[in-house]
């Protein structure tokens, strides 16, 4: 055998020449190629997705707030209206015992009687 046979190995069986190694990795790398393309159309699509549900969920949040607000509105005037009737309601009670007290003192000088007590007034 000659020895620069030794080194060509071109003919043997089984063993790839360059060219078709060099087509061979150019198929894995056309095959990796669409592979990440097909991944990144998914990723796009999915980050797509995920602002539209951005997008809806803050629309979503503001019409919250502005219920919020309205709901914070409304419970500080109603607690103002209550404060205003718990206010004028404590008045009109003072007046009411105010003049009762008056009545009672014109009874008791009138009648010369307790009205607490029923016993005569000394």
């Not at 000659?2 to 080194?7: R, Y």
Request: glycine content about 4%; aromatic content about 4%; proline content about 3%.
């Amino acid at each position: 055998m000659d020895p620069s046979d030794i080194e060509n190995t071109d003919d043997w069986l089984g063993c790839p020449t360059p060219l078709e190694t060099c087509r061979h990795q150019l198929a894995l790398y056309e095959n990796e190629f669409e592979e990440l393309n097909f991944q990144l159309q998914q990723s796009r699509e999915r980050i797509f997705k995920l602002v539209e549900m951005h997008a809806a969920a803050t629309a979503e949040c503001e019409k919250l707030r502005c219920q919020l607000s309205g709901a914070k509105s409304e419970a500080a005037q109603a607690c103002r209206r209550a404060t205003d009737i718990e206010t004028k309601s404590a008045w009109e009670l003072m007046a009411k015992n105010k003049h009762i007290s008056e009545l009672v003192t014109k009874l008791e000088a009138a009648t010369g009687i307790s009205v607490r007590t029923g016993q005569p007034i000394r």
